[in-house]
Each structure stands twice: as structure tokens, then as C-alpha cells.
């Protein structure tokens, strides 16, 4: 197979253009999904199990008379936790371990301190008490998008997960339920789509309504996860997968190609990019491409990915490799350098980094120990990796003393008259002594 990758230069004057281009990327439904999206989460709203019943028996091709059915039971799931092998289930258990770990790092304590006068302020950290899940059923299953959406909330204390997950032909994955409950999921419905967003989001007579609802989908679950945003929290919009990799030239081209495979073979819309400050090493590279390509069993979505959104980009330098990469603001970032860690530093947006020639960011995808869910679509720019602190909520603390209240009732009253708030003044000065 031989395809084309554009291949771009920092030193040409039109190179910022060209890279606004190529980053381009229309996450907004059209009105066709969107108008679909809304009529579903109506009917949900209203008609509750009967229309999530309905909805699924028409869009995952299965008969089911009532929602009961749909509930998958403690013995299915340890059933398909034993069909799957145990090489499989030793990986799965690992690969928990190690996000457990990582996770337990992020947990945000509550905290608090007393003025002089006695007054005491602080900042009091709670779980969310419900979090739904949603886990990918269609075109691929992935258990580690269980282990990575489900272990943070577990961590942060949530005392309830719900995962729903679509069985289309009624084809269930074992390997997802075995991670289910590795991970700890409390209840598990087999159910997707928009309808699986609006029964978790206001809930029905038989599905818990949640407080969040994190896990990726496809175009009608983003879309319907969006329309609920506001009823309930979300973890974020996802664009296509991404990576950027930053090589000095020194890295078998043959890894670099297989890197940029690996996200590129999730779907034609995903984007791999290389930067190199040689531009003969990206010739390299993309020999190794077309040669590794035919063996890869998704070469057509890999090569459709490459040719549509991948790109080659020639640098000056390191230096200027990073600047790219800070305005690109990648979901991953490869470092394949000899020396990554004074290059990480001048970072300032990716999702996730990953500092050395020998870490792909494969292993970021399933056993590292940080999550694999990150900002997408430019969004490293201000928002971060999912972690625990997504499934915590903070509460500030106030508790005046008789002395404190009257130093900031003279403050407050001031301020609040200024603004033209009586009663506000009012209720500070009650407290003067």
C-alpha cells in the first residue's frame, strides 16, 4: 500500500495555516442526529422503561418485553469473567492494580484553619453518591475503558456505579464484564445509545437517575451527552483519538510507524503526527509505513486516518517541535529523544506524555497506571485527564466567631450598600456587636 501524508515545513510562510487545517475538526452533530438525539431523550423522559425497551430491541437488533431482561445479572457476570482466559483475567487484574495505585495519589483531602479571632474557614471534599458509566458495545468493546472510567470513582469513595454497555444481536463481551467486576461495578444494564444517556441521566422506574455520567460513545452518545449536561455532570466531549510524537531521529523508524498505527487504526477521523527536526529520518519513517502497513489487520481505517488527518512535519529543532506541539496540544504526546525530561518541562498542554523511546503510548492505553481518557481536539489547552478529583466535589467551610462576624459584617454591610443590596447589609450588621 502506498499512501500519501502530507508533509509540512515550519519555515514556509504559509505552514500555521496549513496546521489550522489539518487540526480542523467539526465535533458538533448535524441537525439530523442532533433532532434524533432530542426526540430520544424526550420519550425517555416520558415514557421511561418502556421507551428505553423500545429503543433497544430497534437500534442493538433484540427482542426484550420488559427492562428486566436488561439488567445484566451477578451470575451472567461471573459467568463470561470465567469464559475468559486466564492470561487474559492475570492481564486485567494487573493492569487494575496499577491504575488503582496511580489513582490513590490524586485523592484531594478535605482541609481547614482558624483565624486569631476563632473564625474558621476550609474546604470540606465529598464523593458523588451515583456515577453512570457508559462503555462502548458496537464496533469494539474495550475493557480497559471499564478499568480506567470505573477505578477513579471507586477511589474517590462513589458508592454507586452504574455501567450500561449496548449488546447489539445480543452478543455480550466477556471480556468487559470480566472487567466490570474486577473494577467493582454495581450495577450493569444492557443498554446504549442516546437512550442509555437519558435513562442514566433523569432516570427511570427501574435505572437509577446518576450524578455524572463518564465513558466515551459514539456521535449519538456525545451528542446526548451534551443535551443532559446541566441534569447531570459529564466527563467531556471526545473528539477522534490523537497523537503527536516528537523524534529526534534516533528512534528505529519501524517503532515510530507502528506509533502512529496505533491510533490511527481506531477510526479514519483519528490523527497521528510526527515532528522531527530531520527531515530524511521522516522519509525514513515513511518507508517504514508503507512497508509495515498490508500486515496491519485495520489497514484501510489506518491508511484512510493517515492520508485524511496524519502529517509529517520538518522543524528546525527540538525547541520548535515543542512550540508546535504546545499550539497542536495533543491527547498523547510521544518524546521519543534521547533525553525527555528537560523537553517535558517546556510542555504546557497535552493530555498525557509519554518521555522515552521505549514508552509507547500503548502501554498509557492499558497498564501504566494513568488514565486513558484525556482531552481531545486542542482541549489540553485548559482541561485534564480524567482522575479522581472528577468523581470528588468540594464545599467551602465558614464558621464565624461572635469577634469575626462583627469585623466582616463592617466589610460586608460596606460592600453590599455599594451595590445597592439592602438586605444583604442588613443581615451583616445584625451580627455587629
Avoid at 509540512?8 to 438525539?37: C, E, I, N, P, R
Avoid at 471534599?125 to 458495545?137: F, H, I, K, Q
Avoid at 437519558?198 to 437509577?208: C, D, K, M, V
Avoid at 504546557?348 to 482531552?375: K, Q, S, W
Amino acid at each position: 500500500m502506498n499512501i500519501p501524508i502530507k508533509r509540512l515545513h515550519t519555515h514556509k510562510s504559509d505552514f500555521w495555516t496549513q496546521l489550522d487545517k489539518l487540526l480542523a475538526w467539526d465535533t458538533v452533530s448535524d441537525d439530523h442526529v442532533a433532532q434524533t438525539v432530542r426526540d430520544i431523550i424526550r420519550d425517555v423522559r416520558q415514557r421511561g422503561d418502556a421507551a428505553v425497551v423500545e429503543f433497544t430491541n430497534r437500534f442493538d437488533r433484540v427482542q426484550v418485553r420488559d427492562i428486566a431482561q436488561l439488567r445484566i445479572t451477578p451470575q451472567q457476570i461471573d459467568a463470561a469473567s470465567q469464559r475468559v482466559a486466564s492470561s487474559t483475567r492475570e492481564a486485567l487484574q494487573t493492569a487494575a492494580q496499577r491504575v488503582r495505585r496511580y489513582h490513590e495519589h490524586q485523592r484531594i483531602q478535605s482541609w481547614s484553619y482558624t483565624e486569631a479571632d476563632g473564625t474558621l474557614l476550609g474546604q470540606q471534599v465529598t464523593a458523588l453518591d451515583r456515577v453512570g458509566v457508559y462503555v462502548p458495545g458496537g464496533k469494539a468493546s474495550y475493557p480497559s475503558s471499564v478499568l480506567m472510567n470505573v477505578i477513579p470513582a471507586k477511589v474517590a469513595g462513589v458508592a454507586e456505579i452504574i455501567m450500561v454497555v449496548p449488546t447489539p444481536d445480543a452478543v455480550v463481551n466477556d471480556m468487559v464484564l470480566a472487567a466490570a467486576k474486577i473494577a467493582g461495578v454495581d450495577t450493569i444494564f444492557a443498554i446504549g445509545g442516546a437512550q442509555a444517556i437519558a435513562a442514566l441521566a433523569y432516570g427511570t422506574a427501574t435505572i437509577p437517575k446518576v450524578d455524572k455520567i463518564v465513558g466515551p460513545g459514539n456521535i449519538y452518545v456525545a451528542t446526548a451527552k451534551s443535551m443532559v449536561f446541566g441534569a447531570v455532570g459529564i466527563d467531556m466531549i471526545a473528539g477522534p483519538s490523537e497523537i503527536l510524537i516528537i523524534a529526534d531521529g534516533n528512534t528505529d523508524p519501524d517503532w515510530i510507524a507502528m506509533d502512529l498505527f496505533s491510533q490511527a487504526e481506531h477510526d479514519e477521523a483519528a490523527q497521528s503526527i510526527l515532528i522531527a527536526p530531520d527531515e530524511a529520518y521522516l522519509d525514513r519513517v515513511t518507508t517504514s509505513i508503507q512497508t509495515l502497513l498490508p500486515a496491519m489487520s485495520r489497514n484501510k481505517i489506518i491508511a484512510a486516518s493517515l492520508s485524511q488527518r496524519g502529517a509529517m512535519i520538518a522543524v528546525r529543532d527540538l525547541a520548535e517541535a515543542v512550540d508546535v506541539a504546545n499550539y497542536i496540544a495533543p491527547e498523547h504526546l510521544e518524546l521519543s529523544v534521547a533525553d525527555p525530561e528537560p523537553l517535558s518541562k517546556r510542555v504546557r498542554h497535552a493530555g498525557a506524555i509519554f518521555m522515552g523511546r521505549y514508552t509507547a503510548e500503548a502501554l498509557g492505553d492499558y497498564c501504566a497506571g494513568p488514565n486513558h481518557v484525556l482531552p481531545t481536539s486542542r482541549t489540553a489547552r485548559f482541561s485534564s485527564p480524567l482522575g479522581v478529583y472528577d468523581f470528588q466535589k468540594r464545599s467551602s467551610l465558614i464558621q464565624c466567631s461572635a469577634s469575626g462576624a462583627s469585623q466582616l459584617g463592617k466589610i460586608a454591610a460596606t460592600l453590599a450598600q455599594g451595590e445597592g443590596l439592602t438586605a444583604h447589609a442588613k443581615s451583616a450588621e445584625y451580627r455587629i456587636k
